[in-house]
């Protein structure tokens, strides 16, 4: 009797958990089911917003918090800033100097440097007030900029004379030049702040910079006209894009060594890695797409379609969104990255209650 008096209670009590157990088993087979059809039924990488910003968008950075994009608009001497939230340019551009290309937020999202190219300078952008609180002067024809991941240091290409300005952020001065290859592209340092990676442009090759003796300590020989490079999380690997090859090189950093090359789409510029460090996101500036590489094996396994030109691309924290800059179309396209695994789309977040509102089971 105390035997049947018990189960009933467990019966009773544990009914709420009897129907989530079957329904996540319902959800799981469901899932399971759809994975069975294949890379149809996966949710694919998609343009959810187009933004219009300034003249001939370049640059974008987004903030540690994810909450704001800064774009630098080349035609207009200004940079628009993106309400990630509900993808609308919010507040008038913010005057910089003279044809804007890199943009680079600091750790802790108080500041914007801007890399004006015909200015010889960089642009401090207070991101509270959103205005120009200084410049400092740099190399002849700064175009990228890159900060040091504890915030103290900006890296600056100088296009024309074939250095690279390193700027305390303290006191927002030029402390020293480091000289590097034939018309340096881009710069990106790696997580633990030890190197910089510059693309050389004209020498068809990355130099690897030193931050602890800002000196060039090798050359890595890559292909036709490198232009945007981006590092993994884990700093084991650096993503070159090629532009007149069409092709991304990786770069292993502990040996400094090509040991991939990846065909992409046509004129390759910029290139972001999602925060897991599992895809690469590359502009195809003459064919108006975004190649996407999955880095465990180094292939395309997408392609979207954006706007005209895509130069820039910067990824969210979270890794849900990636936002490129459309040079030929005054746009920033808003691409929402899936979460697939495979064909398997399951948002868990929505089954543990977590997240906005109710969520969806599939995305």
Known sequence: MNNH?????????????????????AVFAMAVGMAGLGAAAAAADTVIDTVPVG????????????????????????????????????????PVGNRPFGVAITPDGSRAYVANGFDDSVSVIDTGSN????????????????VTPDGSFAYVTNRLDNSVSVIDTATNTEITTVAVGNRPREVAVTPDGSFAYVTNR???????????????ITTVAVGNRP???????????AYVTNASDD??????????TVVETVPV??????????PNGKRAYVTNGDDGSVAV?????????????????????AITPNGKRAYVTNIDGNTVSVIAIDTCLGSLCIDFGSLTGSGSGAGSTFS
Not at 247 to 256: D, K, L
């Open 5 to 25: 008096r018990s189960f009933r209670r467990y019966a009773t009590g544990g009914g709420r958990a009897q129907r989530l157990v079957l329904g996540l088993t």
């Open 55 to 94: 003249g001939f968008p370049v640059g974008v950075a987004v903030t540690p918090d994810g909450s704001r994009a800064y774009v630098t608009n080349r035609g207009g001497d200004s940079v628009s800033v993106i309400d990630t939230g509900t993808n609308t340019v919010v507040g008038a551009p913010i």
């Open 131 to 146: 205005t120009e609180i200084t410049t400092v002067l740099v190399g002849n024809f700064p175009h990228w900029v890159a």
């Open 202 to 216: 004209l020498d068809n090759s990355v130099s690897v910079i030193d931050t602890a003796t800002n000196t060039e």
């Open 227 to 237: 232009r945007g490079v981006a590092i993994t999380p884990d700093g084991s690997r």
């Open 247 to 256: 092709s991304v090189a990786v770069i292993e950093t502990a040996t400094n």
């Open 265 to 274: 789409g046509d004129g390759p510029r910029g290139v972001a890695i999602t």
């Open 293 to 313: 590489i999955e880095t465990a094996t180094n292939t395309v396994i997408e392609t979207v379609p954006v706007g005209n030109g895509p130069r820039g691309v």
